[in-house]
């Protein structure tokens, strides 16, 4: 079946620094998506995007969706602790009712 | 009311036992969602229901069965289960099928068997 392979697994940083993470897949996606996981929450959608190259930002949150639609990226500038979390993407082959695909996600940690 | 609300939070149960999950969401959405959450794995889709209709159904055991009397209330009885079925149950909704990928996901039942 279709794999999602996100990097880094985990994150350490301080308060204040820029975070990147990515995510990559051995085929095509037509929609990426990234959610956050706050501790003892469910994820919650924070970025969609549906167009190859499309970049898109939510606050200090920046996604794009990578030209070869196989892969997408998340930076988040000037952390703050309240980013502490696991950040998962997703894709679907094609828009609509197709069952997403998600990455086994990426912790990230701010160290006071 | 939050959007989408499930009970118990927390559940332990025997391997005999008999249970339920439940999920309620308040969005007037029309698809809800049952995923599977385990420790270093990605999110595992169970079963999908569309205006009360179950349209997807991913090679689950039967010990696991779903129930959607409604577009606003979904179950999973839990019946038998195995100590690796021990996980993180989310339930989700979306506006529609069409749109799967904008999930909105409740906070999560953790289930322990013993």
């Known amino acids: 079946g279709q794999q999602l392979n996100q990097s880094p697994q985990s994150m350490f940083i301080q308060e204040g620094e820029d975070v990147s993470m990515n995510c990559t897949s051995s085929?095509?996606?037509?929609?990426w998506l990234w959610y956050k996981q706050d501790p003892g929450e469910g994820p919650v959608l924070l970025i969609a995007?549906?167009?190859?190259?499309e970049l898109t930002s939510n606050g200090r949150l920046t996604a794009q969706f990578g030209i070869t639609r196989k892969d997408s990226f998340l930076n988040i500038s000037a952390s703050i602790p309240s980013d502490v979390g696991i950040y998962f993407c997703?894709?679907?082959?094609?828009?609509?009712?197709?069952?997403?695909?998600f990455g086994t996600g990426t912790r990230l940690t701010i160290i006071p | 009311e939050t959007g989408v609300t499930q009970t118990p939070r927390h559940l332990v149960m025997g391997m005999t036992n008999k249970k339920s999950l439940k999920c309620e969401q308040h969005l007037g959405h029309n698809a809800m969602y049952w995923y599977k959450q385990s420790a270093k794995k990605p999110l595992e889709l169970m079963f999908v229901?569309?205006?009360?209709?179950?349209?997807e159904n991913n090679s689950v055991p039967s010990r696991f069965s779903p129930e959607c009397p409604n577009s606003s209330h979904l179950f999973l009885h839990l019946h038998t289960l195995q100590p690796e079925d021990s996980a993180l149950y989310l339930c989700?909704?979306?506006?529609?099928?069409?749109?799967?990928?904008?999930?909105?996901f409740g906070e999560g039942s953790r289930l322990t068997v013993l």
């Open positions: 995007l549906y167009k190859a190259g």
């Open positions: 085929s095509i996606f037509n929609t």
């Open positions: 989700a909704s979306s506006h529609s099928l069409a749109e799967t990928g904008e999930l909105f």
């Open positions: 229901y569309s205006l009360e209709e179950r349209v």
């Open positions: 997703a894709g679907q082959p094609t828009f609509g009712n197709e069952k997403l695909t």
